[in-house]
């Protein structure tokens, strides 16, 4: 069946432009998370959507940041003035409910901001 | 959030059985117990959770101690796909927005 899935693979981009990377969720899926990786390093949160309430921002980096979710479905975040240090692998999860469920990742965005 | 120990790396050769630990002293009687494994160049992927009792899938085993405070994740048969950098995290559902935060997690080698 159909995963997450994450568009583009791949994003290069110049510093101080914007950029909008893509999630597709698992259907059904009512929470939707979104990750970064830095090379090398862990996971770090940045954003949880959990169906109509409103979205756990506490990750989200600096103000340049912001991630929409759209008729429950499909998500955006968007990256505004991009910095060199925002060059990481972006990962979109969802699942089915908040409580004990498992997360299903898509593949990511590697975003570099040169 | 509780937080989880795991060593940073361990060895295994490929047929043989592996088993991760990882310490969770800190648990509540409301976190679920979770386990993703991360591929080279992929996204995590959900291996197996549990809370209280021993858990089986196709892919794993979960043992969980009495106490709640260690678990082990167990490969039957280790595969050189099975090479994968291996998280263990808690979840607690009562949290209002649950999230997973991940660690630095085990890295596992297998050799042929």
């Known amino acids: 069946g159909a995963g997450v899935s994450q568009s583009p693979s791949n994003k290069v981009t110049e510093k101080g432009k914007d950029v909008e990377l893509r999630c597709d969720p698992i259907?059904?899926?009512?929470?939707l998370y979104w990750y970064r990786q830095s090379l090398g390093q862990g996971l770090e949160f940045l954003i949880y959507?959990?169906?109509?309430?409103?979205?756990?921002k506490s990750g989200l980096p600096s103000d340049r940041f912001s991630a929409e979710r759209t008729g429950g479905s499909v998500s955006t975040l968007t990256i505004q003035r991009t910095q060199q240090e925002d060059s990481a692998v972006y990962l979109c999860?969802?699942?089915?409910?908040?409580?004990?469920?498992?997360?299903?990742f898509g593949n990511g965005t590697r975003l570099t901001v040169t | 959030d509780a937080k989880t120990t795991q060593p940073n790396s361990m060895e295994s050769n490929e047929e043989e059985p592996v088993h991760l630990p990882c310490n969770h002293s800190?648990?509540?009687?409301?976190?679920?117990i979770h386990w993703y494994r991360q591929l080279p160049s992929q996204g995590p992927e959900y291996v197996i959770h549990g809370l209280t009792s021993n858990v089986n899938n196709r892919m794993a085993s979960l043992a969980i101690a009495e106490d709640r405070k260690s678990s082990t994740l167990i490969l039957h048969r280790a595969t050189l796909r099975d090479a994968a950098v291996y998280y263990c995290?808690?979840?607690?559902?009562?949290?209002?927005?649950?999230?997973?935060?991940f660690g630095k997690g085990t890295m596992l080698l297998v050799s042929p």
């Open positions: 259907s059904g899926h009512t929470a």
């Open positions: 999860a969802s699942s089915f409910r908040s409580d004990g469920g498992a997360l299903h």
């Open positions: 800190t648990i509540s009687g409301t976190d679920y």
């Open positions: 959507f959990q169906g109509n309430s409103a979205p756990d």
């Open positions: 995290i808690l979840r607690d559902p009562t949290s209002g927005y649950s999230t997973l935060t």
